[in-house]
């Protein structure tokens, strides 16, 4: 998997241990064999936040920051998704990759075992339970046991607990992730379990029945985990990249692309949603799939569910009208003559979408482009403008949505609009318009890649079943060669 190559410097110790605290790197001038990479092999769990391969492409948190540090390194990257924690942490242990990268906690037992890299994010670690079922403010509350991965941060947390706690009891399910748990909690098979808060977050957007109980621990650090030996330059190259990702505000812009949007839960709004999937969104989805271009068919579903609930003939006071809620002169604007026919104003909203994509500064990167149009499509290009604006001025990038987002609800504000060109708008409505349509889309892509993984289920029950019938009809079109072979005998 690599070769050696002899360095004539190398980052000091001294940062290796203190490299999360300080920017500035003390070169020393001996020799070391360093081990030249060929390939970063970064082992994962399957998760919503760590590690997603879909028709869409690869995401999640992990993955990003693993691609940008195989960048760093100038190595490709190929990531090893594993089935439990158990397989991954052996892998790391035989150096069958090189860093675990799966939303993994600090604990003691891991500290022990491995090397720690920077904190990439914090954490609650809480207990969940399902709603209807009692709240447990404390461990006699509990009413049986808490299911837990094996091998998990909880497992750590339960035996320390156990000490004042001599009653506490759980299971530990060794072939299964969190994500299995959450459906098992929400389904009444199993009572509690144990999860980091941004997990619990959302997975409630799947499974708005979960809840959070009792906090067990606060503020735990999310980390990636390297091998014990032989992996001194590669946590020193981790820490220099860390800084740096740190300084240009990566760090912060993917903490908000999967955390930021999830932190508002409404359980009626998150039902609500999840029976119109089932129920409203059959009717329209071709159409959403036929005129979405160069979207993502789903952000297009989302909005046209944010705007109507994906009713057609939607009215508003303010004469905005249709599946897409367009004004007149917008659907004009896009050759919409009937804003209540459902065709036409999917298509319409499609192409305004897109247009305010593409009326967008070129600093804007690709991938946070769609949250700009959404604002623009609310409140309007030029207070979006106004935003970016406000934003530039407080030292804050204003081609990053996390910083723009934060700044939107100051033009309701006088002392800022004042100064804007085009005044007061209710940035903080937008804000939270395209947090909602976030929030949906998540929602969108996580039961589209369930029913994907249904029908692909089906069609290969479906082929067994096929094989097996021609198997026993090639056995049963034997039968009578073999009854003339036992005649002639």
């Known amino acids: ?76 990257l190929e990531m090893v998704p594993y089935h439990n924690r158990q397989q991954l942490f052996e892998a790391l242990r035989q150096n069958d990759i090189d860093i675990v990268a799966a939303a993994i906690t600090t604990t003691n037992n891991r500290r022990e075992q491995f090397l720690l890299g920077p904190t990439l994010y914090e954490v609650n670690q809480v207990l969940i339970y399902k709603s209807g079922n009692l709240k447990p403010r404390d461990f006699n509350d509990l009413q049986g046991d808490i299911s837990v991965i094996s091998e998990s941060a909880a497992v750590d947390t339960l035996i320390k607990l156990k000490q004042s706690n001599p009653n506490l009891s759980w299971k530990q399910i060794v072939d299964g992730d969190n994500e299995e748990l959450f459906s098992m909690v929400a389904s009444g098979e199993v009572l509690y379990t144990i999860a980091d808060s941004n997990s619990l977050l959302i997975n409630q957007r799947y499974l708005p029945e979960l809840r959070a109980g009792i906090v067990l621990d606060e503020k735990t650090q999310v980390v990636w985990l390297l091998p014990p030996v032989n992996s001194d330059y590669l946590l020193s190259s981790l820490l220099s990249f860390w800084h740096i990702q740190k300084r240009n505000g990566t760090l912060e812009h993917l903490n908000e692309k999967y955390f930021g949007h999830v932190k508002r839960f409404d359980y009626v709004d998150t039902r609500a949603f999840i029976r119109a999937i089932d129920n409203v969104l059959p009717e329209y989805q071709a159409l959403f799939e036929k005129h979405a271009g160069d979207l993502d068919w789903r952000k297009l579903a989302a909005t046209g569910y944010q705007e109507s609930h994906w009713n057609p003939h939607a009215r508003s006071p303010t004469g905005v009208r249709g599946m897409m809620m367009l004004t007149q002169p917008t659907a004009s604007s896009v050759g919409v003559d009937n804003r209540l026919d459902a065709e036409q104003s ?100 996580w039961v589209d890649n369930q029913n994907k993984e249904q029908a692909m289920l089906a069609e290969s029950k479906a082929k067994e079943a096929s094989e097996q019938e021609s198997t026993t009809e090639e056995q049963q079109d034997d039968k009578p060669n073999e009854l003339l072979k036992s005649s002639a005998q």
Not at 42 to 55: A, K, M
Request: net charge positive.
């Open 346 to 445: 999917i298509q319409g909203g499609a192409i305004y979408l897109q247009k305010m994509i593409d009326r967008l500064p070129e600093s804007i990167p690709d991938s946070q482009r769609i949250w700009f149009a959404l604002a623009s499509y609310n409140i309007g290009l030029g207070h979006v403008e106004d935003a970016r604006k406000i934003t530039q001025g407080m030292g804050k990038d204003p081609s990053a949505w996390r910083d723009v987002k934060q700044v939107l609800p100051l033009l309701q504000q006088r002392k800022y609009y004042k100064n804007t060109r085009y005044g007061y708008a209710r940035g903080n409505e937008a804000a939270h318009y395209v947090d909602n349509i976030r929030r949906y889309y998540d929602t969108l892509v």
């Open 1 to 76: 998997m690599s070769k050696l190559l002899t360095i004539v410097s190398i980052i000091s110790i001294n940062f290796l241990l203190s490299g999360c605290h300080r920017a500035d790197i003390t070169i020393t001038e001996y020799v070391e064999q360093i081990p030249q990479r060929t390939v970063l092999k970064v082992g994962t769990l399957y998760g919503s936040q760590t590690y997603l391969n879909s028709d869409q492409g690869e995401s999640g948190f992990d993955y990003e920051m693993a691609a940008k540090f195989a960048e760093y390194l100038n190595v490709p």
